[in-house]
Every structure is written in C-alpha cells, then in structure tokens.
C-alpha cells in the first residue's frame, strides 16, 4: 500500500513539473515569434538584419484574450554595414496624422492650453526625427482587406481602435524603431 502511494506522488510531481515546463516553453516561444517575425518584416521591408544591430529597448506589453497592447524596439545598427531599401518607405517629416499617433504637444491660445497627439512613440523613448525614413501598416485596413489604405494614414484616427504598426530609421543615428499597436 505505501508503495502505491509514494508511486502515484511522483507520477503527481512528474506531471506537475512536465506541464510547468511545457507552459514556460510556450511562454518564451510565443515572445520569440514575435521577434522572429520583426527580423523577416525589416529585412524584407528595409534591407537591415537586425540580428547585427544591437538592441536598446524591447517592450513587448501585448496580453489577453484579445492580444492588445503596444510593442516598442530601438535598435542601434551604427555599427553595421547595410544598404538601406527605402522604395516601400516614405521619407520623413511624418504626415499630420503620424505625428498625432507618435507623438504629444500643447499650444497655449488665449490663456487656454491643448493638449494634442497620442504619444504611442514619445512615451516609449522615440526622439523627433527629422532626417529619415519611415513604413506605415494599417492593421485594421490589413484585416478588412481594404487594400488601397493599407500603408495610408488617412482613416487610422476615425476609428474606435489604434491598429497599426511603424517601421522607422532614423539617418541621423542609425537607429530602428518599431512600433506596433493593438487596442
């Protein structure tokens, strides 16, 4: 009889520390899909391996049900040696509505001040950049198969939900950022 006990208790440990170690291997493989998805997506979209590059900031809040959240990573690849592929991308200064999106200000008019932008990219870390480059995907024209404003900013502030992301290279540091966002 204490035998079957001492047996059925290690069969209890063993499956408790095999699901432990399945969960937290699922865990890590689901965080590195989303890195090995941004490494195809930037050397397909602007010829720069990432894996060259040194990594500054990863910030990866997606969580729930639903996935919703922000992923923010600053690369640094002065250090590396690549031809930058800019056909797919626009040049910088970002447009009105980019800048609402990554951005915030005030402006003071009459003793009353605004408050204007979003901030999604300043609260993370993105400086202003003023000479560069940038790739903008609409994450909700992408899913409804609206093909024609996939990469337009037009309509992204109409909706109830931000879903869009944002590759940006700074010329003037050699810094990548990418932005994307869920809510």
């Known amino acids: 009889m ?18 432990i170690l399945l969960a937290w291997s699922l865990f890590f493989s689901i965080i590195n899909i989303n890195q090995r998805l941004l490494r195809k997506y930037v050397i397909q979209i602007a010829n720069i391996d990432v894996d060259k590059c040194q990594a500054l900031k990863t910030i990866d809040s997606h969580d729930g049900p639903r996935n919703e959240g922000q992923i923010f990573y600053e690369y640094d690849c002065s250090n ?10 626009k040049q910088t200064p970002f447009s009105e509505n980019i800048k609402l999106l990554l951005y915030s ?6 003793g009353t001040t605004y408050f204007y932008g979003y901030n999604f ?10 000479n560069g480059y940038y ?9 409804y198969k609206d093909l024609e404003n996939i990469n337009s900013d037009e309509k992204v502030l109409l909706r ?3 879903n869009f992301e944002i ?12 932005i994307k966002l869920d809510t």
Request: charged residues 25%; hydrophobic residues 45%.
């Open 2 to 19: 204490e035998k079957s006990i001492i047996f059925k208790f290690f069969v209890i440990i063993i499956i408790i520390v095999f699901t």
């Open 80 to 89: 590396y040696n690549f031809n930058l592929k800019t056909d797919n991308m």
């Open 105 to 110: 200000w005030k402006e003071t008019k009459m």
């Open 121 to 130: 990219g300043a609260s993370e870390g993105l400086p202003e950049i003023k």
């Open 135 to 143: 790739y903008f995907v609409d994450n909700y024209a992408k899913r």
């Open 160 to 162: 109830n939900s931000f």
């Open 167 to 178: 590759l940006i290279f700074d010329n003037d540091t050699n810094h990548l950022y990418y």
